[in-house]
């Protein structure tokens, strides 16, 4: 993969087992998002080979019924509520909002009280909050996070790890980029760097 003539993530081999969390940890610029955007098909590698769940990264209705992915940041639609916004996700996959629990997801994601607010109002980690609540709430086989932590409060981080370690203990696929081990670790991840993906 390159950006222009400068080369990224060349050489690079990861394999994610089904079942399991693999979180790739690295300095700045050192390829994590890049990696994460071929995963999630939305960026094409010039040469290489990437499989999920069999097939091409983003090929099929199929990839995007299995594949959550948050690497590229959401757009808000106009006028509808934080809470709109959650059943609209389960709507679109099939749930009935209140089985699937949104209610209860916006409480365990500490937006309860925002429930009626427009997304656009909300603080940059709330804004955040509702993106993995999103994520989490409708069904799928693999997440792929890029730095989840990110603009979350320590009591978030801690919250948000649990759902993923619960996600993953319930059979789920996570690959996330992160900049803190220790969420990372205790989300279920197993962590591993940039470099050590170079054969
Ligand atoms: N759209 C782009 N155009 C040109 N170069 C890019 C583009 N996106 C990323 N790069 C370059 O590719 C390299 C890898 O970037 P990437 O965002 O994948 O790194 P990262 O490991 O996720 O970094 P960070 O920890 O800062 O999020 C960097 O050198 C970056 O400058």
């Known amino acids: ?3 222009g003539s400068a080369p990224v993530l060349a050489g690079v081999e990861l394999t ?3 079942g399991t969390g693999v979180c790739v940890t690295g300095e700045n610029g050192i390829g994590k998002s890049t990696l994460l955007r071929c995963v999630s098909g939305l960026q094409r590698p010039d040469a290489g080979r990437i499989r999920v769940f ?23 639609y106009p006028g509808l509520t934080t809470k709109e916004h959650a059943e609209l996700i ?20 500490g937006l309860a009280g925002h429930a009626d607010a427009i997304p656009p109002s909300l ?32 009591e978030g981080r801690i919250a948000v790890a ?13 690959l996330m980029a992160s900049h803190d081990d220790k969420f990372a ?9 940039m470099e050590s993906l170079h054969p």
Do not use: N
């Open 123 to 154: 603080s940059s980690g709330q804004k955040q909050r509702l993106t993995l609540a999103m994520a989490l709430l409708r069904p799928s086989a693999l997440l792929i996070l890029d730095e989840p932590e990110q603009r979350l409060d320590p």
């Open 90 to 109: 389960c709507r679109a996959h099939g749930q009935d909002p209140d089985e699937a629990g949104v209610d209860e997801a916006l409480e365990r994601f």
């Open 16 to 18: 994610v087992p089904a």
């Open 1 to 3: 993969m390159s950006y």
């Open 162 to 174: 649990e759902m993923l370690a619960d996600y993953l203990s319930t059979g789920g696929s996570l």
């Open 185 to 193: 670790v205790a989300s279920g991840a197993e962590l591993t760097t």
């Open 54 to 76: 069999g097939g091409t990264p983003g090929g099929s209705p199929e990839f995007w019924a299995a594949v959550v992915t948050t690497v590229e940041p959401p757009t808000w």
